[in-house]
């Protein structure tokens, strides 16, 4: 990279969303800084400047150009940077690897995160359910189709998906519901356990303990506030 | 193309989302078999077969292997044919059709849609209200950089924002409710302008007369089923 390059990321700390982007930077080696964003609620100027439609992280501030969304981000960087290549370079296996990360996006995590966060106690289950659906097709569709991935290298469904592998165990624990399990979605746990050892992956994952007291602590302020 | 291919569209006549697809075939000049599905509620055995996951049209079968979701098909089309650029070289300029096209698809559409087919006449007022923002938020967000756009050319943004150059006016006239108008949104109106001039662009319109009494139909039978 140019050394008159500038990058930063906004984000913050066990977001899985905000992992993706950093994800992808890493696996291109570039390096940027990390701004993290001092509270979720309480947005910053620069955020707020930089999203200013969605107001969301996590945002890519390119030579300060930013870019919004991460899978979006995510297909930024490696249009951007060379080196390890991200999507397939087949466009079908391309449109497929967007397919799915797209369904993750709009179908998986939304279930999830009502599973986990909603305040009523009957919307979680409906959530929990959904989730279980939304999952069962993915692990579905996945078959033993590996193309859909990028082959043996980290890809950006396997990157959409590190909220699967990773998060979506240790928020169910924390928040008492189960939508995944391994030894029911087996293409996806199979996947699942490749990315997970990868050792750039490694890198991006906060540690299970903290993310799991940090998801504790929030399902337990939503039970008390009922 | 190679004479051993096949192209094939599941659509349905009318639709701004098949549209996309239609337009995107034709701007790189790919020759494609029209499959006309014979009802939007009785869903032929080929959708169901080739997009399980949504079963809705556009459907994409390219020596039999389907591409589902229009805007990924306007991508894919780009990618494996050459010709007409439909996305724009520069991967920010890249990163902003993609993100505009999905907020089109995301915020405006459903809007639009709520605002002309909800049963409730209040969530159809609510709905033109969201389509206003949305449209407002699209508007400002576009000022005067077409390069959002792809220059000259008809590009993804172009393509996604079809719904509001040609349909949406068609719509609101059939459905009684005002969400947009040439004079509040001076950028888009300006690129709708010379989009809906391009010959291509002409070649994939239903006529307005036509669409205009199939919409009035359709809002009459939702008022009539009160």
């Given at each position: 990279m140019a050394t008159n390059q500038q990058v930063k990321l906004l984000g913050f700390v066990g977001s899985p969303i905000v992992a993706r982007a950093e994800l992808a930077l890493k696996l291109k080696g570039v390096e940027y800084e990390y701004i993290q964003e001092s509270s979720l609620t309480n947005k910053s100027d620069l955020l707020l400047k930089s999203n200013p439609v969605y107001k969301r992280l996590p945002v890519l501030l390119h030579n300060d150009k930013p870019v919004c969304e991460s899978l979006l981000i995510v297909e930024y960087v490696d249009e951007t940077?060379?080196?390890?290549?991200?999507?397939?370079?087949?466009p079908y296996h391309k449109a497929l690897s967007r397919f799915w990360s797209s369904f993750i996006e709009d179908r998986v995590w939304p279930a999830v995160n009502k599973a986990a966060w909603n305040p009523n106690k009957q919307e979680r289950e409906k959530g929990a359910e959904e989730a279980r659906e939304a999952l069962e097709i993915l692990d579905k569709g996945l078959k033993v189709n590996d193309k859909f991935f990028n082959g043996d290298s980290v890809g950006l469904l396997d990157i959409a998906a590190l909220v699967i592998f990773y998060w979506i165990p240790i928020i169910q624990e924390a928040c008492e519901f189960n939508a995944y399990s391994g030894d029911q979605y087996q293409n996806l746990e199979k996947r699942g356990q490749v990315v997970l050892n990868d050792p750039v992956v490694k890198g991006v994952l906060p540690p299970r303990d903290v993310l799991l007291s940090f998801f504790r602590a929030r399902f337990q302020s939503i039970i008390d506030s009922k």
């Open positions: 940077w060379t080196g390890h290549p991200i999507l397939p370079s087949d």
